[in-house]
């Protein structure tokens, strides 16, 4: 079982970050070979400044680690640094019909009104997503909701390429779905995810936040004035609430309804403390290391290198191999 996962270095990690990808990735190390990246490749295509970029995927890398993914376990490099992923992506672009492109329902939503300004990077990208995993002849990618589609795909670029060309080059991925806080909503309106792009901080619990910040977010988070129910189904149109108890069970590795069954029928004046009290005593520890961790340039900039050369090596087959199914010449 090989697990390739990637995340972008936007920077500014929230809970939503933490509970949706990162703590998924944390026990996967344990249960299979992972490789792990920070995806900079994607971030360009829209509009970036440069020295953020290269502050965040420090930032990102040293996130990663205060969170519990261990460098010595699973493979952490930066996308940039193994010349594969670009390599392999133009391959696939040139067997990719375009009208597979035309479905994916992300490119509509992030170029929005002015299609004709987005980057031929932001329209084709889930192209470089199918590069990143099939590389390594993933068996496993994580995905939440959203990102099923580009998963389905990875598999049909990959099945296409090994037909055309008459030869088994790439593995298809399957996919991995995630547990009940898959998708983090925000902590003011519980119909809309967690991100680090809403205007109001109150919506969001950031990785650098202090206990008391932390604290103060979880009293402002919207609820209502109902008591908790005994079932799952009672939450039904209870957004916020329905959140915190999936965010309450995310962290403590329980069903939402063994949650329930603990506080039914009491009010979130008695369940916000308890929230508070477990999200601290889970991401104190987790603050404290990266903010240690994130000021080593040094040693984070080796760290991804060393993990960037395992990369490249594992990566280099497939590449050779989907060049020669092309039947391009190269220097042996």
């Known amino acids: 079982m090989r697990v390739v996962s990637g995340i972008q270095p936007t920077g500014n990690l929230h809970l939503g970050n933490y509970l949706g990808a990162i703590k998924n990735w944390v026990k996967m190390q344990e249960e299979a070979e992972c490789l792990f990246f920070l995806a900079d490749l994607h971030a360009i295509t829209v509009a970036n400044d440069p020295a953020k970029l290269s502050a965040n995927t420090r930032e990102m890398a040293a996130a990663l680690i205060a969170s519990g993914i261990d460098p010595e376990k699973s493979t952490l490099f930066n996308q940039a640094r193994v010349g594969g992923h670009a390599e392999l992506a133009w391959m696939l672009f040139c067997s990719t019909p375009l009208g597979w492109l035309d479905r994916m329902t992300q490119f509509k939503e992030k170029s929005g009104k002015h299609k004709q300004r987005a980057s031929m990077g932001l329209y084709s990208y889930p192209v470089l997503q199918a590069a990143d995993v099939l590389i390594y002849q993933a068996t496993h990618v994580p995905v939440g909701d959203d990102q099923k589609q580009h998963l389905e795909l990875a598999r049909d670029i990959a099945s296409k390429f090994n037909s055309d060309t008459g030869q088994e080059v790439?593995?298809?991925?399957?996919?991995?779905?995630?547990?009940?806080?898959?998708?983090?909503?925000?902590?003011?309106?519980?119909?809309?995810?967690?991100?680090?792009?809403?205007?109001?901080d109150l919506s969001r619990i950031n990785l650098s936040d202090s206990d008391g910040e932390i604290a103060k977010k979880i009293k402002k988070a919207r609820t209502d004035a109902d008591p908790l129910p005994s079932e799952l189904a009672g939450l039904e149109g209870r957004n916020e609430?329905?959140?915190?108890?999936?965010?309450?069970?995310?962290?403590?590795?329980?069903?939402?309804?063994?949650?329930?069954s603990q506080y039914a029928g009491?009010?979130?004046?008695?369940?916000?403390?308890?929230?508070?009290?477990?999200?601290?005593?889970?991401?104190?520890?987790?603050?404290e290391k990266f903010i240690t961790l994130k000021s080593d340039h040094n040693a984070l900039d080796q760290l991804l290198q060393k993990g960037a050369d395992k990369a490249a090596k594992q990566a280099s087959s497939t590449v050779d191999s989907a060049y020669n199914a092309l039947g391009l010449l190269r220097n042996s």
Request: charge should be neutral; avoid cysteine.
């Open 266 to 287: 009491q009010g979130f004046g008695s369940f916000k403390p308890a929230l508070i009290e477990l999200m601290v005593a889970t991401l104190s520890p987790i603050r």
């Open 241 to 260: 609430a329905r959140n915190l108890i999936n965010i309450y069970a995310a962290i403590a590795d329980e069903e939402p309804q063994t949650i329930l």
């Open 170 to 200: 790439f593995t298809l991925p399957e996919a991995l779905i995630h547990g009940p806080a898959a998708r983090v909503m925000s902590l003011r309106d519980g119909t809309v995810k967690m991100s680090k792009s809403d205007p109001s």
